[in-house]
């Protein structure tokens, strides 16, 4: 059984998608293989600094209502 199109797994949806292509066509992903590891981390780095800024805003609102509430 012959493929007569290279298939690759998105690794963001695990959907199949053409090897190569720069899009996925199911979640919408950007796939550029160049800058892959560079994007993944840009992302990880933005959902961290999130994450950081609500702990921090939830730390914020704690202390506050301690304080308020003491
Ligand atoms: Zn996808």
């Known amino acids: 059984m012959s493929v007569a199109k290279q298939t690759t797994?998105?690794?963001?949806?695990?959907?199949?998608i053409a090897a190569g292509a720069s899009k996925c066509k199911h979640c919408q992903s950007e796939l550029n293989k160049v800058d892959s590891k560079k994007s993944r981390f840009?992302?990880?780095?933005?959902?961290?600094n999130g994450f950081l800024t609500g702990v921090l805003f939830t730390i914020v609102l704690i202390i506050l209502g301690y304080f308020t509430f003491k």
């Not at 797994?9 to 199949?16: D, N, R």
């Not at 840009?42 to 961290?48: C, L, M, P």
């Open 9 to 16: 797994v998105c690794p963001y949806c695990k959907e199949q």
């Open 42 to 48: 840009a992302k990880y780095n933005t959902f961290r």
